[in-house]
Nanobody, 126 residues
Framework: VQLQASGGGSVQAGGSLRLSCAAS???????????MAWFRQDPGKEREFVAG????????TYADSVKGRFTISRDRMKHMVYLQMNSLRPEDTARYLC?????????????????WGQGTLVTVSS
């Protein structure tokens, strides 16, 4: 499975971006039954959980730092996952990576995910 993230860019504080993650490959249909998530990473820092969604979209979880500002969603038929980011802050600047979980639920731990995309860069200026 390949995960391709897109939608990153440069915005001013208070702005919005919508990230997309497309799954492709021979086994991409299995992703539809697994949890998905967005993580972010700054150079020299650990990869940080941002938001997760279970297999059918009924359950979502967020890092405290993005609650109320970010929304994760998915389209199982299209094998897509999205992250709507509003009220962006300079501290949201990072490379955002999408990931597919080993299980239907996913969760916030990096160890729960076995497929990772290359990510897309988000830069928020003050």
């Amino acid at each position: 499975v390949q995960l391709q993230a897109s939608g990153g860019g440069s915005v001013q504080a208070g702005g919005s971006l919508r990230l997309s993650c497309a799954a492709s490959g021979r086994t991409m249909s299995t992703i539809s039954n697994n949890g998905m998530a967005w993580f972010r990473q700054d150079p020299g820092k650990e990869r940080e959980f941002v938001a997760g969604i279970n297999w059918n979209g009924a359950t979502t979880t967020y890092a405290d730092s993005v609650k109320g500002r970010f929304t994760i969603s998915r389209d199982r038929m299209k094998h897509m996952v999205y992250l709507q980011m509003n009220s962006l802050r300079p501290e949201d600047t990072a490379r955002y990576l999408c990931a597919a979980a080993r299980s239907a639920s996913g969760g916030s731990s990096r160890r729960a995910y076995n497929y990772w995309g290359q990510g897309t860069l988000v830069t928020v200026s003050s």
